[in-house]
């Protein structure tokens, strides 16, 4: 057994459609402390890895929609 704290962050995103519709992005990252590394630290580490990708996606997908119509 890992002496290891793991944490896990997953973020998402809903958008709606109209007509009843959405589209929901989620991005979720698990990863474990590093050495010298704070649970605190490591959490905000990978929140903002994962905060920062989900607006990516969420960017492209409005492209896309923007396209689409």
């Not at 990252?29 to 605190?40: I, M």
């Not at 994962?50 to 969420?58: A, M, P």
């Amino acid at each position: 057994m890992t002496n290891q704290s793991s944490i896990r962050v997953d973020l998402q995103f809903t958008r709606n459609l109209g007509n009843y519709e959405n589209i929901k992005i989620g991005i979720a990252v698990e990863d474990f402390k590093r050495p010298g590394e704070s649970t605190n630290e490591a959490t905000d580490r990978i929140y903002k890895f994962v905060e920062t990708k989900l607006i990516e996606k969420v960017n492209e997908v409005e492209s896309e929609l923007k396209g689409k119509k």
